[in-house]
Every structure is written in structure tokens, then in C-alpha cells.
């Protein structure tokens, strides 16, 4: 057996109002006149205080992200060439000495996604998969403003392709290093707050009950657990802060684990009916209960906590064409599906057990 | 306010039988013909199944380690020039492509030095501090075979020099790579193993009632500490498992907290008497009931369950100028104290509050 050799974030800083060191971080990279750096930052900051703080200076470029929809492998390919044209016109084509995420888990992928396309020939979706990155990526850094998906600490660019919804999995995507800042979390709407924090309970869940987890996983998933708990069962006062250590903790679980039906299904629910990651997964998880009966179980005390109420009967007017394009959506994801069932999951993942979840929700 | 930039282990292994994996993360290290790795391996190691497990080939040398007493800066310095010797002979000189280090925290922490000297020039001795060291180090890799110091995750060495006991401490000190085999650390000698494992659960002890402390540092802790308890009280089946990870999380937990009164008093047991750190912690917590009262409880139900008895009496017999100088050791580590009593620390910490508490000991 051999296990894998996990590549983490080598860098990090921690604390309320580090964001202000991002110039810091910067300086080190800058070492020519014409150095710049690319600001990737998710539009919703643009007239808010944080938009004003970006460090930018000289040649710098400043982008903001249109994250209504999950990251696209053609807007990974649009942004790559803007950047591409702005460099050819400023600085003789060399590229940015630092490519900086700034936002959610959207925003996070599309930092690591054109990091990586600049020192990468083609057009992304023929990445999409693990480790065909053949090059190391432009420095980059990694900046949470909500916090859940665990996009800080992962391997990978969750990016909907030509034909598939599938990351850019590689040791090469890592951050280079990232900043977490709880005071950047907070102001997060409600709704979605309460999503993206489920992502992270959710894959918690779905690997500490999977066949896949180890002493290393289980380690960093149960404090993430732990953590998720205080924030949404307990209000506890320092919720931002351990919030965003449970996304980070629960993004370095996955090393040697592996989320499992609700991710399937939810991937399902994103590629086909356009659901957002976390709302998805939300969804999708509330049909679980013979799965995952104490974490559903868990769940439903934070949503009535939180006031949430999830949308009901989303597939019923759904056409055959589409609920079949979903199950095989669902089913093709080969991995999740071992995990919770091990090496026979072929046997019990049937286009009935899928269509009967997907006509619960 | 800034905080630190938190340098991390880049790249993990983590399971039972991931020893065989080292020849692969060697292998891609070696590009040239006479390219050799050194192996610092602790010399208890010699005879056992893990010496004629290490995978040497060629050129490579392996150094068996002699680690009867904590490393010294003479002892660094003594094995630097072995390998540049051996490289000025075999290799026209040339620095090897990685060095390894195998063992407890000593053969660790020998592991880092011995990479960092390799590429700054002078003796270790003039390194003992913080962020003195100039360049990068040898591409070095830590295995540990005892767990508990945390030294697989920190970024200091700790050693012995003419005048202070203390770590060379830097980003370029952490290891590039980490192998976290649990099937190494069976078989470890009982009261090695206790004392080992107390210096994590000290640590955590320390960190969490410090006044450093984070919330960073403080899920790291509480972790590390929670799998302590797994591992001491409650006999855990995968103990080899959760005390490897303890460990590792005690390490990371020290990035945004600090050690307290405990560590400060085992320096001065160390530097004076020679007590190894493990037992010198134990020795140190066992008096400290009015710092860490709950600490302290649970560590003699520990002890007890363990069968572990502690040498008592051990100062009285020592003379005014030997412990005059455990107290001046002790009262040294500034950055200690701060964290036990915070800025007007030394108000507190008189000779006469240490000299008391040495003389429980």
C-alpha cells in the first residue's frame, strides 16, 4: 500500500486584521520594477471597506470576480488570457510574480486556477482530473472571506467543464501561502454563512463515517467537527475564529479521506440544476438519514437554530432527461462512492437508490 | 499588532508501513550520478529491523547517532565536518542532496542542524536564537521513531552551546518532508515512551493556559491534548496512531502559543543536571499543582495508571552555585514567563518562587 505524500499550505498567517500584512507577503516576492501581482477578488467586495485595502501598487492588476456561477473552466480560460494581454502590453508578457484569491471557496479556485494556466499550456479543462499539471504554478496566496469549503487547504480547483464538473487536482494547486483573518468573515449574509459553514460539517460527517479515513483524517476532521459545533449549536463568542480554523482543519482532513453520497449527489444538483456548492450540499445531506442518521440528525438542530428552511420539491417538475443526466452525474463519482460503501459500492449504488434520494429533495 | 507567518511542514506522509516510501522521496531529490543523501539515524536503531531498512545507495553515508546526551552545538558542528569531509573526498566536495533524520527528538533535531550548517557557514553555536540563519538548508527529511516532542513540526533545534541551552529557530530549520510511520514507535521502552509522550501532553498544558494562546494554536492544542488523553487514560487500540498525530498537532499548536513554567524549569534541570527533556518536564509538572492544578491531576492519573515513579529528592544535595545557576537559567526564558503571567512577568518570578519550587523537585 502506498500512502499519499500530502502536500499542505506551507505558509500561514492567523489572527484578526493580518490581512494588512498581504503587502508584506508581497514585498518578498517583488524583486524587479516591473513586477506586478493579480488581485482576484470576488466583485461583492469592490464598494465594501476590504475593496479599498487591497495592497495594489505599480503595475498591479485588480480583478473582480463575477462568482454568480460555480468557476467555469472557460472563465479560468477568459481570465488567464486578460491577464495574458495585460502583461504583453505592460511588462514585455512576463508574468505576475504572485497571483492573489480573494473571496469564498469561488474565488479561492479561480486563484489557484489561473496561477496555474499561466505556466500551463492549453486550455484548463484539459486538466480538469489529478496530477496533469506538468508545472509549477506562479507564486500564490490564498485570502477566506467566508469560510467552509476548505479551498484554502486543498489540492484542488473545483471547475465545471465542457462535460464534467471535476478539479484541477495537483500538488502544484496548493496555496503557496494564505492568510486567515476572522475579522474578513464577518458581514457574511446569513443564508449563505450558514451554507458554506455546511460544507465543512457535511464533509466531516461524510468522512469520519467513511472507509477511506485514517488516524491523520479522523484527527483533523474530529476537531473540525468539534469546532462546527461550537459555532453553530453553541453561538460561542470566538465563532469567526474557529469557524475559519474548522474550514482550514477540515480542508487538511481530506488529505487521506474522502467526502461521500451528499457530495455526490449535490455535484449532481450543481451540474444539472445549477445549485451552488454549499445550498446543494444542504439539500442533498437533509434526504440522508440512512446514511448518516446522527450527523442529519445534528443538522436539522442547527438549521432550526439558524432559522434556515431549505426549498422543497426541487425536482418534481425536473424532465427525465435531466433527472437521468443527474444520477449518472452522481454515480460516475467513483471515489465518494467507495468510501461509503468500500470496493463494492457498485453493487448497492443503483439508478433507484439515486432517483429515490433525488425525488425526496 | 503582527503575527507570525506560520512556516509548516510542506509535505507529509502519514501511515503504518510509509517507511518504504522514503527511497521515493529520495529518488526525487537525486538527479546526478554521484549525488548522496546523509542519514542521521539514532544509534539504538543500529542492530534493530530499522537499520537494514534504510535505504542507502551509492555514495550515501549513514551516521549513527550517538544521542546519550541532548545535542550539543560541539556535537553539530563535529558531524557537519564528517560529511564535508567525506563530501571533499568522494564528491569534489559537493553538498549532499538531502539529509535524514531518524530517531527521537534528539536524532530530530540533529536532522535539522546538521542541514542548516551544511549551508551557513561558522558554528551552530552562533546560530542559537531567532531568525539568524542565513540561507536555505539541505533538503532535509524527519522520521520520527519515539513521539511527543513536537520536533517533527517545529521550526527550532534545540542544543546545548557554551553558554545557553537553546534552539536555532527559523523558517529554514522546519523539515521539507515528514514520514509518520506508527509502526516505528512501537516497541519504544516503556518509561521512554511515558516520558516522551508527557513533554506533548505538557506543552498543550502550558499553551492552552498561556497567554499567547490563539485560536489557531489553541484547536491545535486542544487536539493534540484530547488525543493525549486517548492515548494515556484510555489505552486506545491505534495509540501508536493518535500519540504520532498528538505530537505532530502539539507542534503546530506551538506556532501561535509558547511553552510555560514547566519547560522553563526542565531548561534549568537540563543545562545544570543533565536531565533529559522528557523526564525533566515530568520532574518539573510534578511540583506545579498551584500553576496548572488540573494539568497536574490528570498527568499523576496518568502516571499512575503507567506504573511510572518519578526520582524524588533530586536537588538536595546540590550545591548553592549549581542551583544559583538552574535559577538563573530558568528566570532566563523570557518569552516563557510572559506566557505564564504575561508582561509584569517579573514581578513574579523572583529566585525566591524558583528556588522553592527546585527544592520539591
Known amino acids: 500500500m502506498k500512502f499519499r505524500n500530502f502536500k499542505t499550505v506551507p505558509k500561514m498567517i492567523f489572527g484578526r486584521g493580518s490581512f494588512d500584512q498581504l503587502d508584506d507577503v508581497l514585498a518578498d516576492e517583488r524583486t524587479e520594477l516591473d513586477d506586478f501581482v493579480v488581485f482576484l477578488v470576488d466583485e461583492v467586495h469592490k464598494d465594501k471597506p476590504l475593496g479599498q485595502r487591497i495592497p495594489a501598487t505599480g503595475k498591479d492588476m485588480v480583478i473582480w470576480l463575477d462568482v454568480t456561477d460555480?468557476?467555469?473552466?472557460?472563465?479560468?480560460?477568459?481570465?488567464?488570457?486578460?491577464?495574458?494581454?495585460?502583461?504583453?502590453?505592460?511588462?514585455?508578457?512576463?508574468?505576475?510574480?504572485?497571483?492573489?484569491?480573494?473571496?469564498?471557496?469561488?474565488?479561492?479556485?479561480?486563484?489557484?486556477?489561473?496561477a496555474l494556466m499561466l505556466t500551463n499550456e492549453g486550455?484548463?479543462?484539459?486538466?480538469?482530473?489529478w496530477d496533469l499539471i506538468k508545472n509549477p504554478a506562479v507564486h500564490h496566496v490564498g485570502i477566506p472571506t467566508i469560510?467552509?469549503?476548505?479551498?484554502?487547504?486543498?489540492?484542488?480547483?473545483?471547475?465545471t467543464g465542457p462535460d464534467k464538473k471535476l478539479g484541477?487536482?495537483?500538488?502544484?494547486?496548493?496555496?503557496?501561502?494564505?492568510?486567515?483573518?476572522p475579522d474578513l468573515i464577518q458581514g457574511v449574509p446569513k443564508d449563505q454563512w450558514f451554507y458554506t459553514g455546511m460544507d465543512c460539517y457535511i464533509h466531516n460527517i461524510e468522512a469520519l463515517n467513511g472507509t477511506y479515513i485514517n488516524e491523520?483524517?479522523?484527527?483533523?476532521g474530529e476537531k473540525s467537527l468539534d469546532l462546527c459545533n461550537e459555532v453553530f449549536l453553541q453561538d460561542h463568542p470566538d465563532s469567526d475564529e474557529k469557524l475559519m480554523m474548522a474550514s482550514y482543519m477540515g480542508g487538511q482532513s481530506i488529505a487521506?479521506?474522502?467526502?461521500?453520497?451528499?457530495?455526490?449527489?449535490?455535484?449532481?444538483?450543481?451540474?444539472v440544476m445549477g445549485y451552488h456548492h454549499g445550498i446543494g450540499n444542504c439539500i442533498a445531506f437533509d434526504v440522508l438519514d440512512d446514511?448518516?442518521?446522527?450527523?442529519?440528525?445534528?443538522?436539522?438542530?442547527?438549521?432550526?437554530?439558524?432559522?434556515?428552511?431549505?426549498?422543497?420539491?426541487?425536482?418534481?417538475?425536473?424532465?427525465?432527461?435531466?433527472?437521468?443526466?443527474?444520477?449518472?452525474t452522481a454515480s460516475g463519482l467513483a471515489p465518494l462512492w467507495e468510501n461509503v460503501y468500500g470496493p463494492s459500492w457498485q453493487e448497492k449504488v443503483t439508478p433507484e437508490l439515486l432517483r429515490n434520494l433525488y425525488s425526496k429533495m
Not at 123 to 129: H, K
Not at 168 to 181: A, G, K, P, R
Not at 257 to 263: E, F, K, P, T
Open 168 to 181: 484541477m487536482n495537483s500538488d502544484y494547486t496548493v496555496y503557496d501561502q494564505i492568510i486567515m483573518d
Open 147 to 159: 469560510s467552509g469549503t476548505g479551498a484554502e487547504a486543498s489540492r484542488t480547483t473545483v471547475l
Open 123 to 129: 486550455g484548463s479543462a484539459s486538466y480538469q482530473g
Open 256 to 271: 487521506y479521506s474522502q467526502v461521500g453520497a451528499c457530495h455526490a449527489l449535490s455535484y449532481g444538483l450543481s451540474y
Open 216 to 220: 491523520f483524517a479522523r484527527a483533523f
Open 70 to 114: 460555480e468557476p467555469k473552466t472557460t472563465y479560468v480560460d477568459a481570465l488567464t488570457v486578460e491577464v495574458q494581454e495585460y502583461a504583453a502590453k505592460q511588462v514585455n508578457g512576463k508574468n505576475p510574480v504572485s497571483v492573489v484569491g480573494i473571496g469564498g471557496g469561488s474565488a479561492l479556485d479561480l486563484g489557484k486556477a489561473v
Open 291 to 328: 446514511f448518516y442518521p446522527e450527523g442529519v440528525k445534528v443538522f436539522r438542530e442547527m438549521m432550526a437554530k439558524h432559522n434556515i428552511t431549505l426549498p422543497k420539491g426541487i425536482t418534481k417538475d425536473l424532465s427525465e432527461e435531466d433527472m437521468e443526466k443527474m444520477i449518472r
